[in-house]
């Protein structure tokens, strides 16, 4: 059957140490593999395919598992995030008032879909459920600024500061 | 105030406990006429009214003008209720099947023949369940019924809007993956159940860990990590996690299957290398003992009434790959094994002047509009892009049997290649014709890369002591068995 050939990239001597300092400073690696990922994606901002492959292997795991784990919980990513990350809220009420067309809008600007980064790396757009603040609904999150009652027509508004 | 919906008894064959049993309400009878209005039930009531909102129904149908009573009952009422065991499913009623109905007659009322006659109180038929008459939409099975079941029912109906007993419609998401041909096991993601069967026996029994559980919530496939395919992920292909499937979203890939659906299909043109011919032929000891040339007729003949749309030589590709650029300034090296012609395109083209498209499948593939399968001694042949199926003797044998094709009964008549032919005399270029030793892989191999003299077709035979480029996952074949081979092609091709 076919197989193509996997290329993975060859850690450099640095990238090697870093990683083994990470696993060393965990008691039981193995059995702290959240931790461990996200100590990895403190380091690197997301998690690459080398050095999980280099991860699983130090700690005696496969591959295949520590990407099942990184690709169930939203906390890791596995690109590399833009510089401003946007946080569509499409909790209940934000939904009611029109969450979806603000994510559309917001995809149409940036041409982007959800969970993507630009090609510039200015922005990663993520959708959540709830900030908390349904008052304010549709809300949307720049970094740590919250926008509330949020138009389609301010959206490029918003943007404008985040540079 | 609340307009009270109103609520009717109604009784057919049967004991009327279940009534009893509302009767028997005691206090709680009071709470029951608060929620409601019951405007008819003969046990406990003389009046009697048509209009009403909820109909409970106790007992069984027994006669045509009970039929007719509920189904007047069905059209006044919002809601019917089949009420207690004898109207959800008949009960003991239903008991009487053991008799015929005159013989029942002829028990309970003997010697009243007259009056039964064209009565129609008396004209009874097999018991019926209140659903085989009308639609029911709501049943309390009891024999009888629970008192404070009935009173649960009737708050239920009163405080919340009906909903009838209906199969709920459960929309499925089909995923719409890119279909992933690269593995021997391949996935079928709209069958899966996420089970995780698979992935616990590749990790936990075997340890090889090549598939697991990847994304989250309605997008979670198995798969590998960046979707590189189980191959290439350390697959052993043992097969485990296809047999503790238990939908059959794993399956092991098999040209045979596919081939059978895709024969009625569209238009295939067979390519037939006569070495694969002669392991086919040799497999058999009815076509064995003819005449090669005739044999080969019944093959392929047997090939035309599997369905394909032409059964051409590939023989003749063969050759032509090997003679046309006998003039030219670089050295000929041609090989009809693609693993070797696949390593010299890649690793000495520079140095001895190798073109990719002098190879036999690039002609086969440039001349024919048709989906291509070859039946070749190679599995190999698998990795180039054109050739879409590729039939080893084996897999032949099986796709006749599950086509039902008796090779024994076609007409050997019908079997004449289409298109060009290798004209009498021409070996197939598999046998060897300087030495009679047969060239091995890791020696022909060798000899390229160490010397410039080797010149001229080769006769690789990648099978003899493990392939030359590491691909096909076939078992190797013995020289002996190499040798039979070359004795029917010669035989065949009237080579002395």
Wanted: aromatic letters at 8%; a negative charge; proline letters at 4%.
């Amino acid at each position: 059957m076919m197989c193509e050939d996997v290329e993975v990239k060859e850690l450099t001597w640095e990238e090697k140490r870093t990683l083994d300092k990470i696993i060393g400073s965990l008691e039981d690696p193995k059995h702290d593999k959240l931790r461990l990922l996200q100590l990895v994606q403190n380091e690197y901002l997301s998690l690459r395919d080398e050095h999980m492959r280099y991860v699983a292997d130090k700690i005696g795991t496969s591959y295949t598992d520590l990407y099942g784990i990184a690709t169930f919980y939203s906390l890791f990513n596995l690109n590399p995030p833009g510089r401003h990350t946007i946080s569509v809220c499409m909790g209940t009420g934000c939904h009611v008032k029109g969450a979806q067309r603000i994510m559309k809008k917001l995809e149409k600007v940036l041409g982007i879909k959800v969970n993507g980064t630009t090609k510039d790396q200015r922005f990663s757009l993520k959708s959540v459920r709830c900030l908390g603040c349904c008052g304010l609904a549709p809300v949307i999150m720049v970094d740590d600024q919250t926008f509330g009652r949020v138009r389609t027509g301010q959206i490029e508004g918003i943007l404008e500061d985040f540079e | 105030m609340v307009k009270k919906p109103k609520v009717a008894f109604f009784d057919f064959a049967g004991c009327e406990g279940d009534q009893l049993q509302i009767a028997n309400l005691e206090e709680d009878i009071l709470e029951l006429l608060d929620l409601v209005e019951v405007v008819s039930f003969r046990e406990i009531m003389k009046e009697h009214s048509d209009r009403y909102d909820i109909a409970f129904i106790e007992g069984s149908i027994q006669r045509p003008i009970d039929e007719k009573r509920l189904k007047d009952i069905r059209a006044n009422a919002d809601v019917l209720i089949a009420f207690g065991n004898c109207a959800c499913n008949g009960n003991v009623n239903k008991l009487q099947k053991d008799w015929s109905i005159k013989e029942m007659e002829e028990e309970i009322y003997p010697g009243a023949e007259e009056i039964i006659e064209g009565n129609e109180f008396f004209e009874a038929y097999p018991t019926k369940a209140v659903d085989d008459v009308v639609d029911v939409d709501f049943y309390i099975r009891g024999c009888p019924v629970r008192s404070d079941q009935v009173l649960y029912y009737v708050k239920r109906l009163v405080s919340t809007p009906i909903a009838r007993n209906k199969d709920v419609d459960f929309k499925t998401i089909l995923r719409n993956l890119e279909k992933d041909d690269r593995s021997v096991v391949r996935y079928n993601p709209n069958k899966c159940i996420l089970c995780r069967r698979c992935s616990n026996i590749c990790k936990e029994v075997l340890g090889v860990d090549a598939l697991g559980v990847v994304e989250k919530g309605s997008l979670t496939i198995i798969s590998t990590p960046q979707n590189i395919g189980f191959d290439n992920n350390g697959c052993i292909q043992c097969g485990q996690c296809v047999s503790s499937c238990p939908v059959g979203s794993l399956y092991t890939y098999s040209v045979v299957e596919e081939l059978k659906e895709d024969l009625g299909r569209s238009d295939i043109t067979m390519a037939v290398d006569s070495m694969a011919l002669a392991s086919f032929v040799l497999r058999h000891d009815t076509l064995k003992r003819l005449d090669p040339e005739v044999s080969e007729k019944y093959v392929v003949s047997a090939l035309k009434r599997l369905g394909f749309a032409k059964v051409i030589m590939y023989d003749h590709y063969l050759l032509q790959s090997q003679v046309a650029d006998e003039d030219e300034d670089y050295l000929v090296l041609a090989s009809w094994c693609p693993s070797a012609q696949k390593y010299m395109a890649d690793k000495a083209s520079e140095s001895i002047g190798i073109k990719g498209e002098n190879s036999p499948w690039n002609l086969l593939i440039s001349e024919e509009e048709n989906d291509i399968c070859v039946l070749s001694p190679c599995t190999a042949m698998n990795n180039i892009d054109g050739i879409k199926y590729v039939l080893t003797a084996p897999n032949l044998d099986e796709l006749f049997k599950q086509l039902n094709v008796d090779i024994k009964f076609v007409d050997p008549e019908d079997g004449v290649y289409d298109g060009k032919t290798l004209p009498k005399g021409f070996t197939h270029p598999g046998i060897p014709r300087d030495s009679g030793d047969l060239l091995i892989s890791r020696d022909i191999v060798e000899r390229i890369e160490s010397t410039d003299q080797a010149k001229g077709p080769l006769n690789i035979y990648p099978c003899l002591k493990g392939c030359a480029n590491g691909g096909g996952n076939h078992p190797t074949i013995e020289v002996e068995e190499m040798e039979n081979r070359i004795e029917w092609l010669t035989k065949l091709r009237g080579v002395k």
